[in-house]
Structure formats: C-alpha cells, structure tokens
C-alpha cells in the first residue's frame, strides 16, 4: 500500500472555505479515482495554518497515475486560491540594469511511502475522525544502519507503542525518494492518549535503542550537545509533528 501526503499552508481567512471544498470537491473526486482508499484532511497541532492531504492507495503506481493525471491538477488549481503566498522572491537583473522582482510560485509539497497493507476504514475510520490524532516522527538513518534501525523498530519498539492507551495504529515507512529518511506513523484515538505516552518517559527510552543508528550529523550533534551542556537543532534532527483530522472518508 501507498500513503501519500501533500503539504499545503493556507491564508487564515480562508481556512473555513479551504475544509469545505475538502469535503464537498476533493473528497468525492478522490472516491472516483482507481485505488484511492481513503483522504483526509490533517491540520497540525503547532502551526493552525498548516494541513495535510493524507491518502491512501491500493500501489503505488494508482497514486503516481492520478498525480500524473487531470483530476490532481484540477484539484490543485481549485484549492490555489486558498493558500499563503510566498515569501520567497526571484529577483532578474536586466542587460541594462534594471531590476524586476516576481514571487515564487510554490507548487505542492509531495512526500510519498510504503506501508504495509491495512484496512482504510481500521486506519481512519469515518465515525471517529472527530478526535482521532495523526503523529509522525522521522528520522535520517545512519547509510547502511537501515536493515538493523528496521529490525529493532519491529521487534521492540513497535509492540511497546501499541501498549500505549489510545493508540490504534502503528508503522514504520520509508520514504520513496531518500531510501535514508523513515517515518514512524502512529494513530491515536485522542491527542491527550499521545501526549501521555510521549511524557511518560516511554519515547525518550525507544529513542534510545535506535540512537545510535541515527545519521553521522546527528550523532556528532548529541556528542557536541554533551560536550557543552546544550541543545544544537541540524535539519537531520528527529522531528516530531502531531495532526488533529479535520475531516476525511475512507472509500472501503
């Protein structure tokens, strides 16, 4: 199976016309579409603005041909109005000197991965969205560290996440483009039933198993952190980002 994530940022005037066309456009478009099992609508806990279009797939290749195809392009150019503008600027400088300014057009932010194969409607079923709670942490894995950061994730982290109160739902995925960067992707019936186990002491000790399979740069970042007694943040820090589900439909 196929899970996809787009990436958007919307204007805060426009939030509330942003999850209606989710509900009443893209969610009935996606039903249509060949291998698409479920959407849904995340918006991060951190930053009010910030949303994930979260589907999932029969293959890969069902998810790649409705990229390639009119219904996503369709969808992307109805959702355009909604979107924060950016903030970053191209700047041409002409043969006589004159400088012109035009903004960047960001297109979407695509990540892809592999799951194992799961009920669409166990995942994220429709009658419980309301409160269900979307957590994703990644992490750079050290070249050649993969195979071993796997097998501990698979015999002694992941039966103790499943332990937790609240947690339906459990997997490692690797990313389709850096064959390096995994995720571990858990569901919650509530962000409380999240935010108990991460302060429970539980994640920093499972962090600790697989510490030293982490990628070079993170591994002399924690050493230099000791060395210092402080906290130094590299864009191959273990990052972790929670979702509430504003809306979504499997189509099972």
């Known amino acids: 199976m196929y899970l996809r994530f787009v990436q958007i940022k919307l204007m805060p005037e426009h939030i509330a016309a942003a999850r209606t066309t989710y509900d009443e456009k893209v969610i009935p478009a996606l039903q249509q579409v060949k291998g698409c099992l479920h959407a849904s609508?995340?918006?991060?806990?951190?930053h009010a603005d910030e949303y994930i279009s979260m589907t999932l797939?029969?293959?890969r290749e069902d998810a790649e041909a409705y990229e390639k195809g009119g219904v996503f392009q369709k969808l992307w150019e109805e959702g355009k109005k909604f979107l924060a503008g950016s903030s970053e600027w191209k700047i041409h400088l002409s043969e006589d000197f004159t400088l012109t300014y035009e903004p960047v057009t960001e297109g979407p932010a695509i990540t892809a991965y592999e799951i194992p194969?799961?009920?669409g409607s166990s995942l994220l079923p429709h009658e419980a969205l309301g409160s269900l709670y979307v957590r994703i942490v990644s992490n750079q894995i050290r070249h050649g560290k993969l195979e071993?950061?796997?097998q501990i994730y698979e015999t002694e982290i992941k039966p103790e996440i499943?332990?937790?109160k609240g947690c339906r739902y459990v997997s490692l995925t690797g990313n389709i483009k850096d064959s390096d960067k995994v995720i571990s992707?858990?569901?919650w019936d509530t962000k409380q039933d999240a935010d108990v186990y991460e302060q429970s002491g539980t994640f920093i000790k499972l962090i600790e198993k697989v510490e030293h399979t982490f990628s070079e740069m993170h591994q002399w970042k924690m050493q230099l952190a000791k060395e210092i007694s402080g906290r130094i943040l590299t864009s191959e820090e273990v990052?972790?980002?929670?979702?509430s589900v504003v809306t979504g439909k499997s189509f099972l």
């Open 41 to 46: 609508l995340v918006q991060s806990t951190h």
């Open 57 to 59: 797939w029969e293959s």
């Open 117 to 119: 194969a799961v009920s």
């Open 148 to 150: 071993e950061f796997k």
């Open 162 to 164: 499943q332990k937790a």
């Open 185 to 187: 992707l858990t569901i």
């Open 239 to 243: 990052t972790i980002d929670g979702y």
